[in-house]
């Protein structure tokens, strides 16, 4: 007599389902597990194309009895360690999102619970956004976009510049800056990398060198990777964005709160400096009409990890880790490791 498939609970909305999950992720579920799925009657909020309705926190526990999987995503409320308190809880949170820290208590990891977080997925969505930006910025084309939309033609005032060979640096060797350096390996840039978790030798691999704060914000190019804790609260001070070379590029996908935001406005609209800001302290921000005219800033609403292909994408990118770790305890790119949990994102 074969085993019965495991039992996986879909705790997320059918539209927040549909979002996350394509086709052939859909045929796995099927084929693999047997699938409770969250109906309409148990979520809350009328919901957005932007923004689709979340879980119901009080449909949780019913939803996840008996299940050895949890697929969750954005609208997942938390999962209380309650869930596991009676020692045969689920096995495996697969989360078809970033994060997990919001999402449940790490004492479940010290429980052998496995946890996945499609975060690394999104990780090359915002390595896209970001070397996107760095070259829009570089090459000045919003000043060149305007000019034209305004009847005019060449800035001879203006020229773009490349980003071949040009120093960028990188602060946090996250998931996303990875990404990032993989992406900017044949431009044949000088990356320098200030992590303070980063090791020579991990360094070395990734074909960067490291450098101190100091020197990391002295780059042509500066993008910021890292997570929201608070040692990084407020780190890019002041005095490091006056560090930074006239004309250089700037750029945070990462946490609003890294950056003394003023400081890096204020740069901005001086014509000094270029920035391309996804994130905000706090959101939605409120910038004044100087912000919102100044050609040398890109703007956007905290998209750099939102892309129809990644988002499709993520439910079937934890749960080929969920499976072989359930086979077989391989810990796959999308494992949460425990013991990086206080650094983590």
């Known amino acids: 007599m074969s085993n019965p498939a495991p039992r996986l609970a879909a705790l997320l909305s059918p539209e927040r389902a549909a979002d ?51 697929l969750t995503s954005w609208g997942t409320p938390n999962l209380g360690k309650e869930l596991w308190a009676d020692g045969n809880g689920p096995k495996v949170v697969a989360h078809a999102a970033g994060t997990v820290k919001n999402l449940i208590d790490p004492v479940i ?25 760095m070259l829009t910025l570089a090459r000045r084309l919003p000043r060149f976009d305007g000019a034209v939309r305004g009847g005019g033609w060449k800035q001879t005032a203006y020229r773009g510049h490349e980003l071949a060979g040009a120093k960028v640096g990188i602060i946090g060797a996250s998931s996303t800056a990875r990404a990032l350096i993989t992406l900017l ?12 978790y980063l090791s020579a030798e991990r360094a070395a691999e990734l074909g960067v060198r490291l450098a101190d704060l100091p020197e990391t914000a002295e780059s042509v190019f500066l993008s910021i990777h890292v997570p929201n804790v608070p040692e990084t609260k407020g780190m890019i001070t002041r005095e ?6 006239d004309g250089a590029v700037v750029i945070n996908s990462s946490r609003g709160p890294a950056i003394e935001q003023q400081a890096l406005l204020e740069h901005a609209v001086s014509g000094r400096i270029y920035a391309a800001l996804d994130v905000y302290d706090p959101e939605p921000p409120t910038l004044a009409e100087s912000v919102l005219r100044a050609e040398n800033l890109l703007l956007t609403p905290h998209i750099a990890g939102d892309t129809a292909e990644g988002h499709l994408a993520l439910a079937g ?10 086979e077989d305890g391989t810990r796959g790119p999308s494992f949460v490791d425990p013991t990086l949990w206080s650094i983590a994102a």
């Open 20 to 70: 996350v999950i394509d086709a052939d992720t859909r045929r796995l579920l099927e084929d693999r597990f047997e699938v409770v799925w969250a109906e309409p009657r148990h979520t809350v909020g009328a919901g957005s194309l932007a923004k689709p309705p979340a879980l119901d926190p009080a449909v949780v526990a019913e939803l996840a009895a008996g299940a050895d999987v949890l």
């Open 109 to 133: 990891l010290d429980q052998g619970v496995g946890v996945f977080s499609a975060g690394p997925r999104i990780a090359w969505s915002v390595g896209e956004y970001c070397l996107a930006s």
């Open 317 to 326: 990118y934890v749960l080929k880790d969920a499976l072989q770790w359930l």
């Open 240 to 245: 490091l964005i006056e560090r930074l070379p």
């Open 185 to 196: 390996k044949p431009f044949g840039c000088d990356v320098v990398v200030y992590d303070p």
